[in-house]
């Protein structure tokens, strides 16, 4: 099992970038998918990025493709998440989660960090 800790959001205005951060402990960081999912006042958790435990494959959801981009350093047991050409409706906390299964599979995620703000100012 790995322990998950997000850092990296803040306060930005629309159309500008953030870098988000996962730190996983754990020896056995490189055998999970990892994702990003984020929440917004009033609305069910969203997935938003997912990533293959070799990092050579990734999915995103439509709202985010072609802005944002996810990637991970295995030797580091870090995730990331590149946020660019921000929009106030991104505003949300954003959660990074682990699996044991297929990173496709975003209903398995089952290990989970504690949330990061992210807040996208018009």
């Known amino acids: 099992q790995v322990q998950l800790v ?16 996962c730190a996983a402990s754990g020896r056995t960081f490189s055998r999970y998918g990892m994702a990003w999912f984020r929440q917004a006042p ?6 938003v990025a997912a990533i293959r435990w070799s990092g050579s494959s990734t999915y995103y959801a439509d ?9 991970r350093d295995n030797d580091k047991n870090t ?8 929009k106030p ?6 959660y990074c ?6 990173y496709l599979r975003t209903y ?7 949330g990061t703000q992210v807040t996208v100012s018009s």
Do not use: C, H, P
Request: glycine share 18%.
């Open 6 to 21: 997000e850092s990296g959001g803040g306060l930005v205005q629309a159309g500008g970038s953030l870098r988000l951060s």
């Open 42 to 47: 009033g609305k069910e958790r969203e997935f």
């Open 89 to 94: 409706e991104d505003t949300a906390v954003y």
């Open 108 to 114: 398995e995620y089952d290990t989970w960090g504690q």
């Open 63 to 71: 709202s985010v493709k072609g802005r944002f981009t996810i990637s």
């Open 97 to 102: 989660a682990a699996t044991g299964g297929s």
């Open 79 to 86: 995730v990331y998440l590149q946020m660019n050409s921000l």
